[in-house]
């Protein structure tokens, strides 16, 4: 039976009244394909009551595990760094006392401590984690398929008009659908709901070469898309589109659609307690290596809620190689800090925390070592990770690193058991094979879930 899934999934994301809202949450963003092509490629999935869903927030560059969930107070001075530590709300579970709100509700998340793998380069890292193959020749390039692309293509949606799986705001190496094709390809939303200011609203194909670009505030996104309908219906174009057409156009005109990117709907106290700053200033944020990327967190949250299986955050660029100490201190761990507690506080308060696995990691961690420039190197030997929702145990941790931080010290996981833990709380096959090249590739090649995080 033909689903439409990522087109009916686009329906709730288009939920805006607001142009500026719509083109905030970027739904007009450049995906490489129109939306009629997506239509196309994708058929019905069975509608169910809440489904499962997963949040990553990718902290690309590699967040320092001994500056955030894993420090080392004990470990010369050259290893342990600059901060300091603090107890949490958990008995022997320590932070870096720069993350006091995480300290705080320490007992709503689990750490991994004791993760590795092999690559120290950041796209060949980010292919393990996503995908849980090495990369190819060219580590920017898919030759798997993503952890998305595959929830995409096993599970399809479960709630109409909106798409399984979302990128904010864009692609990163790792996140393609590789030989599942471009029906199974993210959603990006290319715009930033971080950014201040107008939006360029890229063209998106419409019949007749109506775009967007076209309209004004939100009453003028209104009365155009009342407009336009009128119009095509009036010429024909509407009835001579083929179904694919249809349901893109469907999309583009749904006031469903367009209030799930609507980020004006948020009281302004929630966007302030993920961090919104409405006077942003883009030269300090560039100073200290960190886009104001709290409320795209916030939009991850309102994506699931309406029923996006997968949303992938783009958090860049923690490789604090130089100045490592006061990129962190001034700017990313506060940050974070706030935004990652907000999330977790909210996805609770909405009922959502049960259904809503959230993981954060980066492609690796940081050296144990501090070089000469302040800073810390890639290093993929141990990392953690930090894990919530879906039935995790709260204030769990799991594995251990060596004293001064260098290599697991029991314990040891990797990326695929990560993504075991990810499918297996999202119902997928991790045996199922797609076929590449025609030879059967499994969907996962190693890897088991980490049962050590659940009650």
């Known amino acids: 039976m033909p689903r439409l899934r990522t087109c009916n999934d686009f329906v709730n994301q288009l939920r805006q009244p607001d142009r500026r809202s719509f083109v905030r949450a970027g739904l007009l963003g450049t995906m490489g394909l129109s939306l009629a092509d997506l239509c196309r490629a994708e058929s019905i999935f069975p509608s169910q009551k809440r489904p499962t869903s997963v949040i990553i927030l990718w902290m690309r560059g590699g967040p320092s595990h001994i500056d955030m969930w894993d420090p080392k107070?004990?470990?010369?001075?050259?290893?342990?760094?600059?901060?300091?530590?603090?107890?949490?709300?958990?008995?022997?579970?320590?932070?870096?006392?720069?993350?006091?709100?995480?300290?705080?509700?320490?007992?709503?998340?689990?750490?991994?401590?004791?993760?590795?793998?092999?690559?120290?380069?950041?796209?060949?890292?980010?292919?393990?984690?996503?995908?849980?193959?090495?990369?190819?020749?060219?580590?920017?390039?898919?030759?798997?398929?993503?952890?998305?692309?595959?929830?995409?293509?096993?599970?399809?949606?479960?709630?109409?008009?909106?798409?399984?799986?979302?990128?904010?705001?864009?692609?990163?190496?790792?996140?393609?659908?590789?030989?599942?094709?471009?029906?199974?390809?993210?959603?990006?939303?290319?715009?930033?709901?971080?950014?201040?200011?107008?939006?360029?609203?890229?063209?998106?194909?419409?019949?007749?070469?109506?775009?967007?670009?076209?309209?004004?505030?939100?009453?003028?996104?209104?009365?155009?898309?009342?407009?336009?309908?009128?119009d095509v219906d009036a010429s024909g174009q509407f009835d001579a589109m083929d179904g694919h057409q249809r349901k893109?156009?469907?999309?583009?005109?749904?006031?469903?659609?367009?209030?799930?990117?609507?980020?004006?709907?948020?009281?302004?106290?929630?966007?302030?307690?993920?961090?919104?700053?409405?006077?942003?200033?883009?030269?300090?944020?560039?100073?200290?290596?960190?886009?104001?990327?709290?409320?795209?967190?916030?939009?991850?949250?309102?994506?699931?809620?309406?029923?996006?299986?997968?949303?992938?955050?783009?958090?860049?660029?923690?490789?604090?190689?130089?100045?490592?100490?006061?990129?962190?201190?001034?700017?990313?761990?506060?940050r974070w800090d706030r935004a990652y507690t907000a999330l977790i506080e909210d996805l609770e308060v909405r009922g959502l925390a049960d259904s809503t696995m959230v993981l954060a990691w980066g492609e690796f961690g940081r050296t144990p070592k501090v070089n000469t420039d302040a800073g810390r190197d890639h290093y993929p030997g141990v990392f953690s990770a930090a894990i919530s929702g879906g039935g995790i145990r709260g204030g769990t941790v799991v594995g251990a690193s060596d004293e001064k931080g260098a290599f697991p010290k029991t314990n040891p996981k990797t990326p695929q058991d990560v993504l075991a833990t990810v499918y297996r709380h999202l119902g997928v096959d991790v045996n199922a094979d797609y076929m590449s090249n025609g030879r059967p590739i499994r969907v996962l090649p190693s890897g088991k879930p980490i049962d050590e995080l659940f009650a």
């Open 73 to 230: 107070p004990d470990a010369p001075v050259d290893y342990r760094g600059e901060f300091g530590t603090m107890n949490t709300n958990v008995s022997g579970v320590r932070l870096t006392d720069l993350l006091p709100m995480s300290a705080r509700t320490m007992d709503k998340w689990a750490i991994i401590r004791s993760l590795f793998h092999h690559e120290a380069g950041h796209s060949a890292g980010d292919q393990i984690c996503f995908t849980g193959y090495d990369s190819g020749p060219r580590p920017d390039e898919n030759i798997h398929p993503s952890c998305g692309s595959i929830v995409s293509k096993q599970l399809g949606h479960t709630v109409p008009d909106m798409p399984a799986y979302v990128m904010i705001p864009r692609n990163v190496p790792g996140t393609g659908p590789a030989y599942l094709g471009v029906a199974h390809k993210a959603f990006e939303t290319q715009a930033d709901p971080a950014n201040p200011g107008p939006f360029k609203v890229p063209n998106f194909e419409l019949p007749e070469g109506i775009t967007l670009n076209q309209v004004g505030d939100r009453k003028g996104l209104l009365r155009s898309f009342d407009g336009l309908r009128r």
């Open 248 to 334: 893109a156009w469907d999309i583009l005109t749904s006031a469903k659609a367009r209030e799930a990117f609507d980020m004006d709907r948020e009281p302004m106290s929630v966007r302030e307690r993920y961090g919104f700053m409405p006077a942003f200033d883009p030269k300090a944020a560039n100073r200290c290596g960190c886009p104001a990327w709290s409320q795209r967190i916030l939009l991850a949250r309102r994506l699931v809620e309406a029923g996006v299986r997968l949303v992938t955050v783009d958090l860049r660029w923690w490789d604090t190689h130089v100045k490592g100490f006061e990129s962190l201190k001034d700017g990313f761990l506060a």
